[in-house]
């Protein structure tokens, strides 16, 4: 059994941590001001980040591994400050925004870097790829390398509370007929999509092994349009034929180059068409992130039709109300209207 600390732990994935954690047997403690609940079996450590002395409830215990999940560069530090020299192992959260671009696909760890955002910057300057970046910095810093940082691509799977991974299956999900669905005839748009579960495992898994260094955490990587087509048959399930005949008109296809003209933002957000990535070469390499190190680093991923088959399972009910992501049923109902004409 080890002991671990998790900085964070109450939202989506922290939670999930915990959770993964506790069921491998792991003496498991989240450090969070507790506007959520800890999941049960739990310790809490109860304190708030932004005040002094937030870490002195965890301060002098050695623990096996540390995870810090924060986006915020004062946090971070102050976290390393007071707990680096008192832990076995210590895994850092980031993210793939971090990396200065996004236009070449397959490059990996190597890549280059934003500059870390200072924790002194004003909050109206805050930048989360850059605040990330300092989160690595400091982290690799204060242990000397002996850290692990892994820097996760879109996460997906029930209870994601974006709702990008959430809209398509639970669209398809509904009876509601037909669903706009977007038309990339050349196959150009990729999607990589991680589950929450297998993001978990890796960070546990890795972290109490020793691991060190920089690894994405992506999911595999697919087309939108495999993507959506998996999204469908998880969402319709045995619904087809067996309730009744298919209906005339299952989909409208929506033109792309339509987006502006017709104000649908992209990836997420309200008004959106979720995981469609932005047109232009930038993004070229969006969502085709490496993945060859994780893998050798021992990442295990389900496939993206069984997180679509859970997310459906868990239904409307494990989902944000009403969604962060996508289209209202009137929003879509005018595109089909306009797209069909
Ligand atoms: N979603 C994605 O697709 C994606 C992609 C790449 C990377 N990531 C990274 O993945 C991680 C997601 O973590 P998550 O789902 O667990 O959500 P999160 O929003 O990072 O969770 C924040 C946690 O910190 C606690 N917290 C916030 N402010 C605090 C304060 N002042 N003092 C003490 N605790 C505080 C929160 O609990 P209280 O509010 O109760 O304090 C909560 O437990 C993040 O590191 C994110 O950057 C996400």
């Known amino acids: 059994m080890k002991k671990i600390l998790i900085l964070g732990g109450t939202a989506w994935l922290g939670r999930t941590l915990c959770e993964h954690a506790l069921g491998a047997g792991h003496d498991v403690h989240a450090l969070a001001r507790g506007s959520r609940e800890f999941a049960t079996g739990v310790e809490p450590v109860i304190a708030d980040r932004t005040l002094p002395g937030a870490y002195d409830a965890a301060r002098g215990i050695h623990w096996d591994l540390v995870i810090e999940l924060t986006r915020d560069p004062g946090q971070a530090r102050g976290a390393v400050e007071a707990l680096a020299g008192n832990a076995g192992e210590w895994v850092n959260v980031s993210s793939c925004s971090v990396y200065a671009e996004q236009s070449t696909p397959g490059a990996d760890e190597d890549s280059d870097v934003l500059e870390p955002l200072p924790p002194e ?38 209870g994601d509370e974006s709702g990008r991974s959430t809209y398509w299956p639970l669209r398809f999900a509904e009876a509601r007929r037909p669903v ?10 990729s999607v990589q999509i991680i589950d929450v579960r297998d993001l978990a495992a890796f960070i546990l898994d890795a972290g109490l092994a020793g691991r060190h260094g920089y690894v994405n955490a992506v999911g595999e990587q697919t087309t939108l349009d495999d993507a959506l087509r998996m999204a469908r048959a998880a ?46 070469p930038e993004h070229a390499g969006f969502a085709r992130r490496s993945d060859a190190r994780s893998l050798a680093m021992g990442l295990r991923r389900r496939a993206l039709r069984e997180t679509f088959a859970d997310i459906v399972r868990a239904g409307p009910a494990g989902a944000v109300v009403p969604p962060k992501s996508g289209l209202s049923a009137g929003e879509e109902a005018k595109l089909i209207a306009v797209s069909s004409g």
């Open 121 to 158: 910057t004003p909050p109206d300057d805050y930048d989360y790829g850059r605040a990330k970046s300092y989160g690595e910095q400091v982290t690799m810093e204060a242990r000397g390398g002996k850290a692990l940082v892994i820097r996760p691509g879109l996460i997906g799977g029930p």
């Open 180 to 189: 706009l669905v977007p038309n990339d005839p050349g196959n150009e748009l």
């Open 235 to 280: 969402g319709e399930g045995d619904r087809h034929p067996s309730s009744g005949p298919e209906p005339t008109r299952p989909f409208v296809p929506y033109d792309l180059g339509r987006l502006e003209a017709d104000d649908v933002n992209v990836w997420a957000g309200p008004r959106s068409l979720p995981l469609v990535l932005p047109p232009g």
